[in-house]
């Protein structure tokens, strides 16, 4: 069964630009997350989505947003890039609509902003 | 809301070390625990989980037991080898309507041959 895919796995940016990440989840999962990893922050919560609804967002600027589509697929987009932006950003699934479940990761995208 | 307190890393040990990561919580009610490992250059993994009071996660030799009147879910290894150099991460489900877990800092461990 494959796992979590996220796409690109590397990326470098410039300020003010925009990015898009991807994120497959493990077939029959309907639950996506996403996470913004920083050495100095640790991992934070940006948004979760089931059956294409945003259930819940982080405390991040309206800068940062995503959706999800029919096939549980999500993307994610940060747009006016910035320095601090430049972290590691996992997305996990979950089976079932229960919010207490385990996750499960993909190795994530990590962006670089120059 | 809820919270997850982890001991500060890095930890460094020589392989064959016992390992102790601490963890303490605050929650409504008795959540689920768990422990996820990240290694290098990859996503998160759990590693184990305990589900009620006084059960005792374990996997690949890790375990952790669920201590209601500490609040604590301690992680512990008896002989860290090499390969087990990552970040260790303790975590509470979201609760409530909320579908937001909390994770900890995370702790990372290296471990010397």
């Known amino acids: 069964k494959a796992g979590v895919t996220q796409t690109p796995r590397y990326l470098i940016k410039t300020r003010g630009q925009q990015v898009t990440l991807s994120c497959s989840p493990i077939?029959?999962?309907?639950?996506v997350s996403w996470y913004q990893q920083t050495p100095g922050q640790g991992l934070q919560f940006l948004f979760e989505?089931?059956?294409?609804?945003?259930?819940n967002k982080g405390n991040f600027p309206g800068r940062f947003s995503g959706r999800q589509f029919s096939n549980s697929r999500s993307e994610m987009n940060v747009s006016t890039l910035e320095l601090g932006d430049s972290a590691l950003y996992l997305c996990?699934?979950?089976?079932?609509?229960?919010?207490?479940?385990?996750?499960?990761f993909g190795e994530g995208s990590r962006l670089t902003v120059l | 809301g809820n919270s997850v307190t982890q001991m500060e890393g890095p930890v460094t040990l020589s392989e064959e070390a016992f390992l102790t990561i601490n963890c303490t919580y605050t929650?409504?009610?008795?959540?689920?625990l768990f422990w996820y490992v990240q290694y290098p250059g990859e996503g998160l993994q759990l590693l184990l989980k305990?589900?009620?009071?006084?059960d005792k996660g374990s996997n690949k030799g890790f375990e952790a037991t669920y201590r209601k009147e500490t609040t604590s879910f301690h992680l512990e290894k008896g002989s860290v080898q090499v390969s087990d150099s990552a970040v260790y991460f303790c975590?509470?489900?979201?609760?409530?309507?909320?579908?937001?877990?909390?994770f900890g800092r995370g702790t990372s461990l290296i471990v010397h041959p």
């Open positions: 996990a699934s979950r089976l079932g609509d229960s919010n207490t479940g385990e996750l499960f």
């Open positions: 077939s029959g999962h309907r639950s």
């Open positions: 989505y089931f059956s294409e609804t945003q259930r």
């Open positions: 929650a409504t009610g008795y959540p689920s």
């Open positions: 305990a589900t009620k009071a006084d």
């Open positions: 975590a509470l489900p979201a609760s409530g309507g909320s579908y937001i877990p909390t």
